[in-house]
Every structure is written in structure tokens, then in C-alpha cells.
């Protein structure tokens, strides 16, 4: 154990404990937010937000975390500076999937059930634009220079694409049956899209449109991430509890990283360069994943029914 022996050591030690990078978690069911440190792996905080927290997102800036709230058809914003709940913002019904624009200016917000996206501006926390998209829209990815957004339409069997400058859809894409994520690669070329009810990953080319490749996954995916660097798409499949990780280059599975027995649910994926994040809804955990080793290197727990994931800066 190390001991601090100055008020410089102590000063570089407070430093460094801000600026540890922390990650926020929805727990469905008891209606809360759990926040992690992810240098310790462990819960600091947990927080009220609305009924029914899903999907999670967080500013580049890492000073507020936006959570989507089903239940009460709103988006709770967090201060990460003290953990407090400062404001929420009506959306429309069934809030779901949230991205944020590269530069956290706009937060994009699925609502299943009223078949469109709220566009948030985080500067004043009030809806700017709300654009009609497909049926049932549960997931929204953002083009890498922030000029896209890609919405999958769970009912529609679609992904809608958005021009977020005039906030029209420009054209639909097909996908599988129940598309469920949506996920960009850095280059913006192409699309991963899990297929719940296909048991398979799309891979679409952004410039034809078409579906380039199927990848057959097991049953139930859930959600897709890709990675930084674009090199790997990770898929997290609820029947089998595993998670996938695909090389982009070949559309190939690269490795099967089992994080529980059939009935853990490994629901949703977050990412770093340095680690994959696993939210498994029916064990209430999150399992970290070395990307290198495909490896689980820590097992988390969290609240009832986690959801969503998000990293920090």
C-alpha cells in the first residue's frame, strides 16, 4: 500500500481521482442509475432517474450523462460533477436508444411507440426538431463527422437515415427481421445492425445501401458496438449469454466470449480501447472484457434489470 507523504503527492492523487473515467449504467426496473469507477470497478453512486431508465449517454466532455426514461417519456439529465438529476426533458412515448452529435451540441432520442426521433439541444435542454421515422425506432447511431444519423426501426424492419442538418430522412435501408442496434464504423462506410428475431448481424454499405454481409450470430442479439479503432464489431446475444466479437475486415467471428449461462441476458456493450463493457440484464451485472484476450477481467454488480451502458471521457 502507498501512503501520501505531502500536499503534492495528495494534490496529484485528488487529480487524479477526478479524472478517473466512470461508467453509468440504466437499471430498468428499480428505476435508477448506477455509476461505476472504472479504475476501482466499483459502484460509487446510485442514482434516482425517471420510470423505466434504458439507454444512457454521455457528453464528450463527461459533464452530464443523458438517460432515457420509457416509462415517464422523458430524458433525465445528470450533473456528472455531483451525481444530481438537474433537469428532464418530454420526449415523445417509449424513449429508448440515445446518441449523442461528436460534438454533444444535439442528443438523439428513439421513441418506440410514437414512430420518431427527438432532437435535444444540450446547451438548453429543450426539443429542437422531432423527425418521423420508421416503425417502432428502438436504437440511433451517429455518423462519426456527425452529419448522419441512423436509426433502426425495430417494427419497419429499416434503418432510416437522417441528414442532421435538415432533419429529413433521406432514404430507408432494409435490414433484418426486428433490428434492434444500430452501430457505425469510424470510416462511416458501413453499418452493423443486430437482427433479434434473424439471429444474425447486417452489415450494410452506407454508399449502395445494401446489405453487404450476414453474419449468423445465436439466438437473440441484442445490441452491436463497434470498436475505435473499426477493427472489431462486438454483439452482445441473449440466448446462449455470450458475446461476439467480429473482424471487420472478413465480417468473420473473431472470438466467443461466454459471460454467463443461457438466461444471463447480456443486453447491451460500451466500449474503450482498452476494455468492452457487458451489461447482462437478467444476472443484474456488468462484466468487463479485455478486447485483447477476450478475457472477462471483472464482474460488476448493479441494480435490478441493468440496460444500458455508457462510457465517460
Same mark, same amino acid.
Given at each position: 500500500?502507498?501512503?501520501?507523504?505531502?500536499?503534492?503527492?495528495?494534490?496529484?492523487? @485528488?487529480?487524479?481521482?477526478?479524472?478517473?473515467?466512470?461508467?453509468? @449504467?440504466?437499471?430498468? /426496473?428499480?428505476? *435508477? /442509475? #448506477?455509476?461505476?469507477?472504472? %479504475?476501482?470497478?466499483?459502484?460509487?453512486?446510485?442514482?434516482?432517474?425517471?420510470?423505466?431508465?434504458?439507454?444512457?449517454?454521455?457528453?464528450?466532455?463527461?459533464?452530464?450523462?443523458? !438517460?432515457?426514461? $420509457?416509462? #415517464?417519456?422523458?430524458? $433525465?439529465?445528470?450533473?456528472? +460533477?455531483?451525481?444530481?438529476?438537474?433537469?428532464?426533458?418530454?420526449?415523445?412515448? $417509449?424513449?429508448?436508444?440515445?446518441?449523442?452529435?461528436?460534438? %454533444?451540441?444535439?442528443?438523439?432520442?428513439?421513441?418506440?411507440? $410514437?414512430?420518431?426521433?427527438?432532437?435535444?439541444? *444540450?446547451?438548453?435542454?429543450?426539443?429542437?426538431?422531432?423527425?418521423?421515422?420508421?416503425?417502432?425506432?428502438?436504437?440511433?447511431?451517429?455518423?462519426?463527422?456527425?452529419?448522419?444519423?441512423?436509426?433502426?426501426?425495430?417494427?419497419?424492419? #429499416?434503418?432510416?437515415?437522417?441528414?442532421?442538418?435538415?432533419?429529413? !430522412?433521406?432514404?430507408? /435501408?432494409?435490414? %433484418?427481421?426486428?433490428?434492434?442496434?444500430?452501430?457505425? *464504423?469510424?470510416?462511416?462506410?458501413?453499418? =452493423?445492425?443486430?437482427?433479434?428475431?434473424?439471429?444474425?448481424? +447486417?452489415?450494410?454499405?452506407?454508399?449502395?445501401?445494401?446489405?453487404?454481409?450476414?453474419?449468423?450470430?445465436?439466438?437473440?442479439?441484442f445490441d452491436v458496438a463497434v470498436a475505435p479503432t473499426g477493427q472489431r464489431a462486438y454483439v452482445a446475444v441473449l440466448g446462449p449469454?455470450?458475446? /461476439?466479437?467480429?473482424?471487420?475486415?472478413?465480417?468473420?467471428?473473431?472470438?466467443?466470449?461466454?459471460?454467463?449461462?443461457?438466461?444471463?441476458?447480456?443486453?447491451?456493450?460500451?466500449?474503450?480501447?482498452?476494455?468492452?463493457?457487458?451489461? +447482462?440484464?437478467?444476472?443484474?451485472?456488468?462484466?468487463?472484457?479485455?478486447?485483447?484476450?477476450?478475457?472477462?477481467?471483472?464482474?460488476?454488480?448493479?441494480?435490478? #434489470?441493468? =440496460?444500458?451502458?455508457?462510457?465517460?471521457?
Amino acid at each position: 500500500m502507498r501512503y501520501l507523504h505531502n500536499s503534492v503527492d495528495s494534490q496529484v492523487f @485528488v487529480t487524479a481521482a477526478k479524472a478517473a473515467r466512470h461508467i453509468y @449504467v440504466t437499471n430498468q /426496473l428499480d428505476n *435508477t /442509475l #448506477s455509476v461505476i469507477n472504472a %479504475g476501482t470497478n466499483q459502484v460509487t453512486a446510485t442514482v434516482p432517474a425517471g420510470v423505466g431508465p434504458e439507454g444512457v449517454a454521455v457528453t464528450p466532455d463527461g459533464s452530464r450523462v443523458y !438517460v432515457a426514461d $420509457s416509462g #415517464s417519456a422523458e430524458v $433525465s439529465v445528470l450533473d456528472t +460533477s455531483n451525481n444530481k438529476i438537474v433537469t428532464t426533458v418530454p420526449v415523445g412515448q $417509449s424513449p429508448t436508444g440515445v446518441a449523442l452529435s461528436p460534438d %454533444g451540441q444535439f442528443l438523439y432520442v428513439a421513441n418506440g411507440t $410514437s414512430n420518431n426521433v427527438s432532437v435535444i439541444a *444540450t446547451r438548453t435542454n429543450q426539443v429542437t426538431a422531432t423527425i418521423p421515422v420508421g416503425i417502432q425506432p428502438v436504437d440511433v447511431a451517429v455518423s462519426h463527422d456527425g452529419t448522419t444519423l441512423y436509426v433502426a426501426n425495430e417494427g419497419s424492419a #429499416s434503418v432510416s437515415v437522417v441528414n442532421t442538418s435538415t432533419h429529413e !430522412v433521406v432514404r430507408d /435501408l432494409p435490414a %433484418g427481421k426486428y433490428p434492434v442496434a444500430v452501430s457505425v *464504423t469510424p470510416d462511416g462506410r458501413s453499418l =452493423y445492425v443486430a437482427n433479434e428475431a434473424n439471429a444474425t448481424v +447486417s452489415v450494410i454499405s452506407t454508399a449502395t445501401g445494401k446489405i453487404a454481409a450476414t453474419i449468423p450470430t445465436g439466438d437473440g442479439p441484442f445490441d452491436v458496438a463497434v470498436a475505435p479503432t473499426g477493427q472489431r464489431a462486438y454483439v452482445a446475444v441473449l440466448g446462449p449469454g455470450n458475446v /461476439l466479437a467480429i473482424d471487420t475486415q472478413t465480417n468473420h467471428i473473431a472470438g466467443t466470449v461466454n459471460v454467463g449461462p443461457p438466461g444471463t441476458d447480456p443486453f447491451d456493450i460500451a466500449l474503450t480501447p482498452t476494455a468492452v463493457y457487458v451489461v +447482462s440484464q437478467a444476472a443484474g451485472t456488468v462484466s468487463v472484457m479485455d478486447p485483447s484476450s477476450l478475457k472477462i477481467t471483472a464482474t460488476i454488480t448493479v441494480g435490478d #434489470s441493468p =440496460y444500458g451502458v455508457a462510457v465517460g471521457p
